[in-house]
């Protein structure tokens, strides 16, 4: 029936994609697709317009007409999508391929330009280049005395006197030098004037790191898990007027999420002033506002039976919550909770780049002076803390996961010590950590001048043409940096990613070296903010997003890396055994039953660290690494709060929108 | 006596659950509800209790009209309401014990239940539902490292923490090997003659209908199609209730 029907109208239903894109597959339908294609067509027309126009880019001269090659690509987008109007009518279509390459082709053409990437640099200035990687692989722990004079003596020197020391010769005096001091902690009897004080611990700036991303932690748990359940739909359902909160509670959360730490952090700063205690705020707002989101989205997929089983007990509504839901959500609960504290970790290491606190101020700081052997010190500290902050959530989240019964407790003799025991150490660590990020509730209630003007300016945000021109010219360069990102990380993370897979090394011992090694790399990559990068590529190949956009395709091609790897190492074993068993070589194997099941999830991931780098390239800025975030650091510094709230507002909305996108896109995937 | 008088339930997708079903049971009856899945039984039981608003329609229980019972009311009737399910509904990640006590929440006071304070009567029950459901030395296990049948048996000890004068069960041994069908009736059948609890029970095995109730329903569409003695129905009813392709099959 409906076959024939369609028969009739098909060509001029097919053919109207021709006028108008995407009107065609909707008018047959495929509503989503026709959509997609007719905001993706305008999307690229206006960039290829403002692309020519602002920075001359791909202009070619037909006769006196001036115009963009880049239309060549889009007029087979337009032809792809005609075609795929009319195979759609014959139920078939005419697949992505085509209309994504000549998307992605345009894309690409101006990103590289507006992006400013210029790889001759990498190779002209390699001399710099190799200058800082000398000095960052020999970062300043210990020192040592040379005619009078205290050196730096990094690894090579520590090989070299342990060396004479297993042979009996006489070796210098080695020490900690004052750089680690002021990393961990010191034990000075001076203070800065020079007159001598009884011993104290100083601690150092990664201890205080430590202490943001605990203190962060733990406010963000009290603050998330009472939203949460306002945030829950299932929940909220149940109490008159409860559907409203939801919706205003999930508005909240998402706000407090798309901003950025470091964002948020600038913020901060003009409230409470620079330090640590600025950087715990900073990064509980964001932190309680993506916790008490999956909270609730985990309140949201419990099993309803036994809340309805208690409910028809004669429960009420705070009953059923304490015994239906509550038991339900503890174990996802707390493995939220340890995912985020290792994010926090991380985060605390960046966040003093605004804030004035922790190990991210004495990165800007020795950055600033040019200090790179230091600076590399605090690089492999940190790598060395967030990888064992890493290691201990994975582990835990793993036990938790898994959530087994556990056997009927045996009270041994002073088993009963056990929970005080923790108690105390819990205590401890919260009244050191407490102290040493110096938080000071006064401050919260005593916002500085500044602030009000801040609130004022932002209810004012200036939305002038010249201003929203400037922020949405910034804001395409750092939707376009991510992207570039996102797929130089790509290209390297995909081969690597075949040799950290545990599943296909197999067992040959020069293998399986390789994948320990692969593996350790990528872990110690990951480990590290692409801000704390940005500092490297600035030296070399200059300041601007050309800088930024290589820092985020490190960490994109770590954590890539690690994601395929797993992806690679969760396929299905079956058609592997299938293709093996009609004697297939290995790169056989790999092409015919490795790759069809891996591209799926493989999309999936690109566009999810696309969204990722999204929020990172808005923040690169703050570290020389153009974009938005540069603006936004501008506008901030000049005390023009107007257009600093229109950055803002643009963030938000491009982050918000690129996180709807990506959600739809991967479920699509899947 | 329990009087259904023209339930209808139209869900907001518009689909019809129960179109009007109209019937009673006695106090003390075991009355079994048959038919297809889909054809309300579930939406049924739950009007009952009122877990599903009715959209019209009236069901009488003794001098309680249940449907005209609002916020404390419901709680009220609810706990005199046992429930048994077929997935069991228990918290899986809590003790058997814990599992059972909710049963009594509907008569605490709410702030030291928050606080998993009961008083040692309630505790005493407990122990005593235990012993009744041979539970006893599973008290303190998690809900989820008992086998299916063990885990119906919690559900019931639970719904007779509630001091039932009717159960409502659902399906309440379609997720159980056909075994321990019988041992989970058995216990049904036990608690209607003994303590006089009147039980609803839908069921999908006609000779389970035929071996423990003591009335039957049937309903095909949201519309009762049957109401007698189980022996009543014969090849024709079963033919009317399950449908012509249908073929009688039993079980052990």
């Given at each position: 029936m409906r076959k024939e029907k369609n028969k009739n109208y098909l060509y001029p239903i097919s053919l109207s994609s021709i006028l108008i894109p995407g009107l065609g597959q909707v008018l047959q339908k495929k509503q989503s697709r026709g959509i997609v294609i007719f905001f993706s067509t305008i999307i690229l027309l206006l960039l290829i317009i403002w692309a020519l126009n602002n920075y001359g880019i791909s202009k070619i001269t037909i006769g006196d007409i001036e115009t963009s090659w880049l239309l060549i690509p889009f007029t087979l987008f337009w032809i792809w999508n005609a075609i795929d109007s009319v195979l759609i009518g014959k139920n078939k279509n005419a697949g992505l391929f085509l209309g994504v390459f000549c998307a992605f082709t345009i894309l690409f053409v101006i990103g590289w330009h507006v992006t400013e990437v210029k790889p001759d640099l990498l190779l002209n200035k390699i001399g710099d280049a190799r200058v800082v990687v000398t000095k960052i692989l020999n970062p300043d722990f210990f020192s040592i005395e040379k005619n009078g004079k205290t050196e730096i003596c990094s690894w090579n020197c520590l090989w070299t006197n342990f060396r004479d020391k297993l042979y009996g010769k006489p070796i210098q005096n080695i020490q900690f030098s004052k750089n680690p001091g002021d990393i961990f902690g010191r034990i000075q009897t001076v203070n800065s004037i020079g007159d001598p004080i009884k011993p104290t611990f100083f601690v150092g700036k990664l201890i205080e790191t430590i202490a943001i991303g605990l203190m962060a932690t733990l406010f963000s748990i009290i603050i998330a898990i009472p939203l949460s359940f306002l945030g829950a739909k299932n929940i909220m359902?149940?109490?008159?007027g409860g559907n409203n909160i939801y919706f205003f509670m999930r508005t909240i959360f998402n706000l407090g999420r798309a901003v950025d730490t470091v964002v948020w952090g600038i913020f901060v700063v003009v409230w409470v002033g620079l330090g640590s205690f600025a950087g715990v705020i900073a990064l509980t707002i964001h932190s309680a506002a993506a916790l008490a989101k999956l909270f609730s989205e985990e309140i949201e997929h419990i099993d309803p039976g036994p809340v309805e089983a208690i409910t028809a007990s004669g429960a009420n509504t705070i009953q059923v919550i304490r015994y239906g839901v509550i038991p339900q959500i503890i174990p996802p609960f707390l493995s939220y909770t340890l995912l985020r504290w290792d994010i926090n970790m991380r985060s605390a290491t960046v966040v003093?780049?605004?804030?004035?606190?922790?190990i991210g101020y004495f990165v800007l700081e020795t950055i600033r002076v040019g200090a790179y052997q230091q600076y590399a010190a605090a690089l492999w500290s940190i790598a060395a803390v967030i990888m064992i902050v890493d290691n201990i959530s994975t582990r835990m989240r793993e036990n938790i996961i898994l959530d087994k019964p556990k056997p009927p407790k045996r009270g041994g003799?002073?088993?009963?010590?056990k929970p005080f025991l923790f108690i105390v150490i819990g205590l401890a660590i919260f009244v050191s950590c407490w102290n040493i990020t110096k938080i000071d509730l006064k401050d919260l209630l005593q916002p500085g001048p500044t602030f009000i003007q801040i609130l004022k300016d932002f209810s004012n945000i200036d939305l002038s043409i010249s201003t929203v021109e400037l922020i949405s010219k910034q804001m395409i360069i750092t939707i376009l940096q991510a992207m570039l990102a996102t797929f130089l990380g790509a290209i390297f993370a995909i081969p690597a990613s075949f040799f950290v897979a545990k599943t296909l090394t197999g067992k040959s011992r020069v293998l399986s070296w390789l994948f320990y090694l692969s593996r350790s790399i990528f872990n110690f990559l990951r480990s590290i903010e692409a801000l704390l990068y940005v500092a490297i590529f600035v030296y070399w190949v200059g300041i601007g997003p050309f800088a930024g956009m290589l820092a985020l395709a490190i960490t994109t091609f770590a954590l890539l890396g690690k994601m395929f790897s797993e992806a690679i190492e969760n396929i299905d074993s079956g058609p592997i055994e299938a293709v093996n068993a009609t004697g297939a070589s290995k790169i056989q194997m790999i092409i015919y039953s490795i790759i069809p099941q891996i591209v799926p999830s493989f999309t999936s991931y690109l566009v999810y660290q696309w969204d990722i780098n999204i929020r990172m390239a808005t923040i690169?800025?703050?570290?020389?690494?153009?974009?938005i975030g540069l603006t936004l650091s501008t506008f901030f510094g000049s005390l023009q709060y107007h257009k600093a709230g229109t950055v803002v507002v643009f963030i938000v909305l491009v982050v918000a929108l690129m996180d709807y996108a990506s959600a739809k896109i991967r479920e699509a995937m899947i | 006596m329990l009087q259904i008088q023209h339930l209808r339930k139209v869900y907001?997708?518009?689909?019809?659950?129960?179109?009007d079903v109209s019937f009673k049971v006695k106090d003390g009856a075991f009355l079994a509800i048959i038919g297809l899945?889909?054809?309300g039984k579930s939406t049924l039981l739950r009007c009952i209790n009122r877990l599903i608003e009715p959209t019209s329609g009236k069901i009488i229980w003794g001098d309680i009209d249940i449907t005209a019972a609002k916020g404390k009311e419901i709680l009220k009737i609810r706990r005199q309401i046992g429930m048994v399910f077929q997935q069991f509904?228990?918290?899986?990640?809590?003790?058997v014990y814990t599992n059972i006590l909710s049963g009594r929440l509907g008569y605490v006071e709410t702030l030291p239940s928050l606080l998993h304070l009961f008083s040692k009567k309630d505790h005493d029950k407990a122990i005593r539902t235990l012993k009744q459901m041979d539970l006893l030395e599973k008290a303190?296990?998690?809900?989820?490292?008992?086998?299916g049948g063990q885990q119906q048996r919690v559900g019931i000890a639970r719904a007779l923490m509630q001091d039932p004068k009717l159960i409502l069960a659902d399906?309440?041994?379609?997720?159980?090997d056909p075994v321990l069908a019988h041992s989970i009736l058995k216990y049904l059948e036990r608690l209607n003659k003994e303590n006089g609890i009147t039980v609803l029970c839908s069921l999908h095995f006609l000779d389970l209908v035929h071996r423990y109730a003591t009335s039957a329903i049937a309903l095909k569409d949201g519309n009762v199609v049957f109401e007698g003695?189980?022996?009543?129905?014969?090849d024709k009813q079963f033919k009317a209730i399950y449908g012509q392709e249908a073929e009688k099959i039993s079980i052990v």
């Amino acid at each position: 029936m409906r076959k024939e029907k369609n028969k009739n109208y098909l060509y001029p239903i097919s053919l109207s994609s021709i006028l108008i894109p995407g009107l065609g597959q909707v008018l047959q339908k495929k509503q989503s697709r026709g959509i997609v294609i007719f905001f993706s067509t305008i999307i690229l027309l206006l960039l290829i317009i403002w692309a020519l126009n602002n920075y001359g880019i791909s202009k070619i001269t037909i006769g006196d007409i001036e115009t963009s090659w880049l239309l060549i690509p889009f007029t087979l987008f337009w032809i792809w999508n005609a075609i795929d109007s009319v195979l759609i009518g014959k139920n078939k279509n005419a697949g992505l391929f085509l209309g994504v390459f000549c998307a992605f082709t345009i894309l690409f053409v101006i990103g590289w330009h507006v992006t400013e990437v210029k790889p001759d640099l990498l190779l002209n200035k390699i001399g710099d280049a190799r200058v800082v990687v000398t000095k960052i692989l020999n970062p300043d722990f210990f020192s040592i005395e040379k005619n009078g004079k205290t050196e730096i003596c990094s690894w090579n020197c520590l090989w070299t006197n342990f060396r004479d020391k297993l042979y009996g010769k006489p070796i210098q005096n080695i020490q900690f030098s004052k750089n680690p001091g002021d990393i961990f902690g010191r034990i000075q009897t001076v203070n800065s004037i020079g007159d001598p004080i009884k011993p104290t611990f100083f601690v150092g700036k990664l201890i205080e790191t430590i202490a943001i991303g605990l203190m962060a932690t733990l406010f963000s748990i009290i603050i998330a898990i009472p939203l949460s359940f306002l945030g829950a739909k299932n929940i909220m359902s149940r109490l008159p007027g409860g559907n409203n909160i939801y919706f205003f509670m999930r508005t909240i959360f998402n706000l407090g999420r798309a901003v950025d730490t470091v964002v948020w952090g600038i913020f901060v700063v003009v409230w409470v002033g620079l330090g640590s205690f600025a950087g715990v705020i900073a990064l509980t707002i964001h932190s309680a506002a993506a916790l008490a989101k999956l909270f609730s989205e985990e309140i949201e997929h419990i099993d309803p039976g036994p809340v309805e089983a208690i409910t028809a007990s004669g429960a009420n509504t705070i009953q059923v919550i304490r015994y239906g839901v509550i038991p339900q959500i503890i174990p996802p609960f707390l493995s939220y909770t340890l995912l985020r504290w290792d994010i926090n970790m991380r985060s605390a290491t960046v966040v003093g780049f605004v804030a004035g606190g922790g190990i991210g101020y004495f990165v800007l700081e020795t950055i600033r002076v040019g200090a790179y052997q230091q600076y590399a010190a605090a690089l492999w500290s940190i790598a060395a803390v967030i990888m064992i902050v890493d290691n201990i959530s994975t582990r835990m989240r793993e036990n938790i996961i898994l959530d087994k019964p556990k056997p009927p407790k045996r009270g041994g003799s002073l088993g009963f010590l056990k929970p005080f025991l923790f108690i105390v150490i819990g205590l401890a660590i919260f009244v050191s950590c407490w102290n040493i990020t110096k938080i000071d509730l006064k401050d919260l209630l005593q916002p500085g001048p500044t602030f009000i003007q801040i609130l004022k300016d932002f209810s004012n945000i200036d939305l002038s043409i010249s201003t929203v021109e400037l922020i949405s010219k910034q804001m395409i360069i750092t939707i376009l940096q991510a992207m570039l990102a996102t797929f130089l990380g790509a290209i390297f993370a995909i081969p690597a990613s075949f040799f950290v897979a545990k599943t296909l090394t197999g067992k040959s011992r020069v293998l399986s070296w390789l994948f320990y090694l692969s593996r350790s790399i990528f872990n110690f990559l990951r480990s590290i903010e692409a801000l704390l990068y940005v500092a490297i590529f600035v030296y070399w190949v200059g300041i601007g997003p050309f800088a930024g956009m290589l820092a985020l395709a490190i960490t994109t091609f770590a954590l890539l890396g690690k994601m395929f790897s797993e992806a690679i190492e969760n396929i299905d074993s079956g058609p592997i055994e299938a293709v093996n068993a009609t004697g297939a070589s290995k790169i056989q194997m790999i092409i015919y039953s490795i790759i069809p099941q891996i591209v799926p999830s493989f999309t999936s991931y690109l566009v999810y660290q696309w969204d990722i780098n999204i929020r990172m390239a808005t923040i690169i800025g703050f570290a020389g690494g153009g974009g938005i975030g540069l603006t936004l650091s501008t506008f901030f510094g000049s005390l023009q709060y107007h257009k600093a709230g229109t950055v803002v507002v643009f963030i938000v909305l491009v982050v918000a929108l690129m996180d709807y996108a990506s959600a739809k896109i991967r479920e699509a995937m899947i | 006596m329990l009087q259904i008088q023209h339930l209808r339930k139209v869900y907001p997708n518009g689909v019809v659950a129960l179109n009007d079903v109209s019937f009673k049971v006695k106090d003390g009856a075991f009355l079994a509800i048959i038919g297809l899945s889909g054809s309300g039984k579930s939406t049924l039981l739950r009007c009952i209790n009122r877990l599903i608003e009715p959209t019209s329609g009236k069901i009488i229980w003794g001098d309680i009209d249940i449907t005209a019972a609002k916020g404390k009311e419901i709680l009220k009737i609810r706990r005199q309401i046992g429930m048994v399910f077929q997935q069991f509904n228990l918290v899986k990640r809590s003790s058997v014990y814990t599992n059972i006590l909710s049963g009594r929440l509907g008569y605490v006071e709410t702030l030291p239940s928050l606080l998993h304070l009961f008083s040692k009567k309630d505790h005493d029950k407990a122990i005593r539902t235990l012993k009744q459901m041979d539970l006893l030395e599973k008290a303190h296990v998690r809900a989820d490292s008992l086998s299916g049948g063990q885990q119906q048996r919690v559900g019931i000890a639970r719904a007779l923490m509630q001091d039932p004068k009717l159960i409502l069960a659902d399906e309440p041994v379609a997720s159980l090997d056909p075994v321990l069908a019988h041992s989970i009736l058995k216990y049904l059948e036990r608690l209607n003659k003994e303590n006089g609890i009147t039980v609803l029970c839908s069921l999908h095995f006609l000779d389970l209908v035929h071996r423990y109730a003591t009335s039957a329903i049937a309903l095909k569409d949201g519309n009762v199609v049957f109401e007698g003695l189980p022996k009543q129905i014969d090849d024709k009813q079963f033919k009317a209730i399950y449908g012509q392709e249908a073929e009688k099959i039993s079980i052990v």
